[in-house]
């Protein structure tokens, strides 16, 4: 019993004589320590407490050049749009004038796109071929479906029927668009009554060859696959001159096909997105603007 006492009691002593020669060492660690995040803790407050840094004025005034820029453009293409669809409604109105005799050069035609003129012959319906699919043209619709693959294929699927035409006083052969058939009225012989036959005089719209589009089929001639209004490629596989017509309508067309004044107004028109585009962001800059240097709130 007195040997447990006694190494308890060494035991105490040398604690105690540990903790005097540590203590010291200890509160020194301690105190460093607190000093050290206090002085963090201190540059911290100050860095945050710091004005910010403003970027120079001329800076300032150069940034505000980007929504003041963008409004600009954005204006520019309102006029531009405006400026298009007067364009559009003077090639709409053009279709709508005065018929004219058709020139005996038939490179004036190149300045007449969409104007009508009047011709006398006898169509060649055993040479005619058909180019499609194509939408059906609605006269009283104010803005005519532009593309087939949009189409209601039960209603508006069809093709336009493309007939060489004998003129009268010359003996030229140009191409006439007689008009749109629905896509069960392909068939030649379902279209027997339609085919008139003699001398006719009508009038046509003048229209030029047009561009293929990027995703459009190549014409193929050999299978009778015609997809776009490429006079040159047409007019040599047809033997007849590079001049298309329009047919605005045939005297008296039996069983009411097909259907003429299948002409198609188009203008590549991209102005509208163009204006939604850049005022979108002038408004977002100037918001951007003002609320960096004038309310001096951060940007995020």
């Known amino acids: 019993m007195s040997t447990l006492l006694r190494n308890f009691y060494n035991g105490s002593r040398n604690l105690v004589n540990n903790y005097h020669n540590y203590c010291p060492y200890v509160t020194f660690r301690i105190r460093t320590t607190i000093r050290y995040n206090t002085t963090v803790a201190n540059a911290f407050r100050a860095q945050r407490a710091r004005p910010r840094k403003e970027p120079g004025e001329i800076f300032k005034w150069i940034l505000l050049m980007i929504p003041v820029s963008s409004f600009g453009l954005g204006c520019w293409q309102a006029y531009r749009l405006q400026w298009k669809l ?24 190149e300045k007449m796109e969409y104007l009508p ?9 055993e040479k005619e071929i058909l180019i499609g699919p194509r ?85 193929n001639p050999e299978k009778g696959s015609w997809f776009s209004r490429d006079l040159d490629q047409m ?18 067309p039996p069983e009411g096909w097909p259907i003429p004044n ?39």
């Open 262 to 300: 299948q002409t198609r107004v188009t203008l590549r028109n991209e102005h509208l997105s163009y204006v939604v585009t850049w005022w979108s962001l002038s408004v977002l800059t100037a918001i951007m603007w003002r609320r960096y240097f004038v309310k001096k709130l951060p940007l995020l």
């Open 117 to 125: 003129v009047k011709v006398k012959g006898e169509f060649l319906h």
């Open 235 to 252: 007019s040599e596989y047809l033997g007849s001159a590079p001049v298309w017509l329009d047919a605005r309508g045939i005297p008296d």
């Open 86 to 109: 007067g364009l559009i409604d003077m090639m709409q109105s053009k279709t709508n004038a005065t018929p004219v005799e058709m020139p005996s050069d038939f490179a004036l035609l």
């Open 135 to 219: 939408a059906l043209i609605e006269v009283d619709s104010p803005f005519p479906r532009s593309g087939s693959l949009v189409s209601d294929p039960k209603r508006n699927q069809g093709w336009l029927v493309i007939t060489p035409f004998v003129l009268s006083e010359s003996g030229e052969i140009i191409l006439i668009n007689r008009g749109w058939i629905h896509q069960n009225m392909r068939a030649k012989e379902k279209r027997e009554p339609s085919m008139v036959k003699g001398e006719i005089e009508l009038v046509g719209v003048v229209r030029l060859t047009e561009k293929r589009a990027p995703f459009m089929p190549k014409n």
